[in-house]
């Protein structure tokens, strides 16, 4: 499991060591991982080592003092350093030590300085660069990139862009907040970032994730001391170990029955997809309550599953799927009310998608797991908050997904997954997900409901099997939002072998909802399979 953990708690983590003196020492092992990982990505561009010209761009703090350290070590290893100051002050005994190493150092002119002598050094120092280290703001940084920083990030990003240097992230890129990976203003977007003691959140969330790139962790030694972690993201092991996977005993009703609301004459698409994916997923039944001409319309592509105008409270079921596709004319809305209404009340778990968000019960509950794309959660929290007055946009939950993915779980009392290209999962107790498996080309019709059906089948599969998520201490309400995570990675895995980019590299081509339905019993397989 990769872990993250905000500023704060990081922060905690090192106070015992720098109140013994030893806050040096943090700071040059932080410095050693940097300058591998520099070397690694030199390496991975494959950019002679020797001769290489390394830009340490440095701000006041400590992270410029990793940067400058950084710089440094790598002249020792036959690299050109140099470094470009951002702010006033640097930190001291690192610009020494580049100093030492024969680095020139730069200052850019700031509001008080007339000559702009230093921003034309600065920019020439980076046409050369071959790799740039950005250590302008780490975990102190608040607000987004000031001047004269917002500047020279955004030429670098110019340089970037063209291919002519790359670019390191000294624990963040420099302008994005590490609790949220929100950036309110400018900041930087580099091509791989080395972090200290653990992963932040702001790296698996928002413009964060895209703007770290390529994440290495390097351990300082505070690693012991952190607490619970604030965010999660699961990996294959983790999959592997939370899939629900049939015992030697199983039949179809221990391995879970999904009861399925989804479609409408009008709309029968999403009632196909969900219940073709749930099938995929390997749940051990599909029952799908609806009109008859839409059941009619399932067995001809999914025929095993058991199609009935029946009502909720007639059947037996692990967990619930129910909103796809469905609309008010055929009593379809209705099917989906008594089903959360018993859900809430009983304990079976519930994926409530699309319309089925417009009937949610006032008190949700953790088993419930909504799954809005960011109009969807602009729409639900719009409508929760109206006593207030507050609008929320699609554009406010694309900038700061993780914080209104939390705010819908608390107000909602639900676990919620908001889909996107990371998809985050937020759950009522705090507990946080966030899975990066995807790729571009789901972003299609019909995808989400793919998503749905393969929760749902993970749902029924868990929903009697609480063992695998507690053994990864994720027990009690956090396994709703574990379950969620789970799907949103199958998802996405299914989503690569169906664009024919399985390493998720950008690479591979257009897909359809039906393609990612066929790839998820591969996705499953090649998870368990290790
Ligand atoms: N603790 C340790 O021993 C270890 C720490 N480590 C490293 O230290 C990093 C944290 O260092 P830090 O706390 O010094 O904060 P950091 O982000 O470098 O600078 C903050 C300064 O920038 C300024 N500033 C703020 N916002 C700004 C803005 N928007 N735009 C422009 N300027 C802004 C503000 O100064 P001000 O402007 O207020 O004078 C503030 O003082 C951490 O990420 C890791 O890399 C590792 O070496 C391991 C050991
Ligand atoms: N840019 C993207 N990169 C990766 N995955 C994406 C991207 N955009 C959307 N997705 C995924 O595709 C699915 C789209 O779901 P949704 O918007 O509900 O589509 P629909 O309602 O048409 O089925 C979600 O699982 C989402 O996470
Ligand atoms: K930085």
């Given at each position: 499991?990769?872990?993250?953990?905000t500023?704060?708690?990081?922060?905690?983590?090192?106070?015992?060591?720098?109140?013994a003196?030893e806050?040096d020492?943090?700071?040059?092992?932080?410095?050693?991982?940097?300058?591998?990982?520099?070397?690694?990505?030199?390496?991975s561009?494959?950019?002679?080592r020797?001769?290489?010209?390394?830009?340490a761009?440095?701000?006041?703090?400590?992270?410029?003092?990793?940067?400058?350290?950084?710089?440094?070590?790598?002249?020792?290893?036959?690299?050109?350093?140099?470094?470009?100051?951002?702010?006033?002050?640097?930190?001291?005994?690192?610009?020494?030590?580049?100093?030492?190493?024969?680095?020139?150092?730069?200052?850019?002119?700031d509001?008080?300085?007339s000559?702009?002598?230093?921003?034309?050094a600065?920019?020439?120092?980076?046409?050369?660069?071959?790799?740039?280290?950005?250590?302008?703001l780490?975990?102190?940084?608040?607000?987004?990139?000031r001047?004269?920083?917002?500047?020279l990030?955004?030429?670098?990003?110019?340089?970037?862009?063209?291919?002519?240097?790359?670019?390191?992230?000294?624990?963040?890129?420099?302008?994005?907040?590490?609790?949220?990976?929100?950036?309110?203003?400018?900041h930087?977007?580099?091509?791989?970032?080395?972090?200290?003691?653990?992963?932040k959140?702001?790296?698996?969330?928002?413009v964060?994730?895209?703007?770290?790139g390529?994440l290495?962790?390097?351990?300082i030694?505070?690693?012991?001391?952190?607490?619970?972690?604030?965010?999660?993201?699961?990996q294959?092991?983790?999959?592997?170990?939370?899939?629900?996977?049939?015992?030697?005993?199983?039949?179809?009703?221990?391995?879970?029955?999904?009861?399925?609301?989804?479609?409408?004459?009008?709309?029968?698409?999403?009632?196909?997809?969900?219940?073709?994916a749930?099938?995929?997923?390997?749940?051990?039944?599909?029952?799908?309550?609806?009109?008859?001409?839409?059941g009619t319309?399932?067995n001809a592509?999914?025929?095993?599953?058991?199609?009935?105008?029946?009502?909720?409270?007639?059947?037996?079921?692990?967990?619930?799927?129910?909103?796809?596709?469905?609309?008010?004319?055929?009593?379809?809305?209705?099917?989906?009310?008594?089903?959360?209404?018993?859900?809430?009340?009983?304990?079976t778990p519930?994926?409530?998608?699309?319309?089925?968000?417009?009937?949610?019960?006032?008190?949700?509950?953790a088993?419930?797991?909504?799954?809005?794309?960011?109009?969807?959660?602009?729409?639900?929290?719009?409508?929760?908050l109206?006593?207030?007055?507050e609008?929320?946009?699609?554009?406010?939950?694309?900038?700061?997904?993780?914080?209104h993915?939390?705010?819908?779980?608390?107000?909602?009392?639900?676990?919620v997954?908001l889909?996107?290209?990371?998809?985050?999962?937020?759950?009522?107790?705090?507990?946080?997900?966030?899975?990066?498996?995807?790729?571009?080309?789901?972003?299609?019709?019909?995808?989400?409901?793919?998503?749905?059906?393969?929760?749902?089948?993970?749902?029924?599969?868990?929903?009697?099997?609480?063992?695998?998520?507690?053994?990864?201490?994720?027990?009690?309400?956090?396994?709703?939002?574990?379950?969620?995570?789970?799907a949103?990675a199958?998802?996405?895995?299914?989503g690569?072998?169906?664009?024919?980019?399985?390493?998720?590299?950008?690479?591979?081509?257009?897909?359809?909802?039906?393609?990612?339905?066929?790839?998820?019993?591969?996705?499953?397989?090649?998870?368990l399979?290790?």
């Open positions: 499991m990769l872990e993250a953990w500023g704060a708690q990081i922060r905690a983590a090192e106070q015992p060591w720098l109140d003196g806050g020492a943090l700071m040059r092992r932080a410095a050693h991982g940097l300058a591998g990982t520099a070397l690694a990505l030199l390496d561009r494959n950019r002679p020797y001769g290489a010209r390394v830009v761009v440095a701000g006041s703090g400590n992270n410029g003092g990793d940067a400058l350290w950084a710089a440094a070590l790598l002249a020792r290893r036959g690299l050109k350093p140099s470094a470009i100051l951002t702010a006033g002050r640097a930190h001291e005994a690192g610009l020494a030590a580049l100093r030492v190493a024969g680095g020139t150092v730069v200052r850019l002119a509001e008080d300085s000559s702009t002598d230093g921003d034309a600065a920019r020439r120092l980076l046409a050369d660069a071959d790799l740039v280290i950005d250590g302008i780490g975990t102190g940084g608040s607000g987004g990139l001047e004269p920083a917002a500047g990030a955004a030429h670098l990003e110019d340089l970037r862009r063209d291919g002519t240097v790359a670019v390191l992230a000294c624990d963040i890129p420099s302008g994005v907040d590490a609790d949220t990976g929100e950036a309110e203003a400018a930087v977007t580099a091509d791989a970032t080395a972090t200290f003691g653990g992963a959140s702001g790296h698996l969330a928002g964060g994730e895209t703007a770290s390529a290495t962790v390097v351990p030694g505070i690693e012991d001391a952190l607490p619970e972690p604030d965010v999660r993201r699961l294959p092991a983790d999959l592997r170990a939370l899939w629900p996977t049939p015992a030697r005993s199983a039949q179809k009703y221990s391995r879970g029955v999904l009861g399925v609301i989804a479609g409408s004459p009008q709309y029968p698409g999403a009632a196909l997809l969900t219940t073709a749930a099938a995929a997923a390997g749940v051990g039944m599909v029952r799908y309550l609806g009109p008859s001409s839409v319309l399932i592509r999914t025929p095993d599953a058991v199609c009935s105008e029946q009502q909720p409270g007639d059947v037996h079921v692990q967990a619930w799927l129910a909103g796809p596709g469905t609309n008010d004319d055929d009593g379809q809305l209705d099917r989906v009310r008594a089903a959360l209404a018993a859900a809430v009340a009983d304990g519930a994926v409530v998608d699309a319309g089925g968000m417009s009937v949610l019960p006032d008190a949700g509950a088993h419930l797991v909504l799954t809005p794309h960011a109009g969807e959660l602009a729409r639900l929290l719009t409508d929760r109206a006593a207030s007055g609008q929320v946009e699609r554009a406010d939950v694309e900038a700061r997904p993780l914080h993915a939390r705010l819908a779980a608390r107000i909602t009392g639900c676990t997954l889909k996107g290209a990371t998809t985050l999962v937020a759950g009522p107790d705090g507990a946080v997900f966030s899975q990066a498996d995807a790729t571009p080309w789901l972003s299609t019709a019909g995808s989400g409901d793919v998503l749905a059906g393969i929760l749902g089948a993970v749902l029924a599969g868990v929903a009697e099997h609480p063992e695998p998520a507690e053994r990864l201490g994720l027990g009690g309400d956090t396994r709703w939002a574990a379950a969620a995570a789970v949103a199958i998802h996405g895995r299914a690569r072998l169906a664009a024919h980019d399985p390493a998720g590299t950008g690479a591979g081509g257009p897909l359809h909802a039906t393609a990612v339905i066929d790839a998820t019993a591969p996705a499953v397989r090649a998870v399979a290790g």
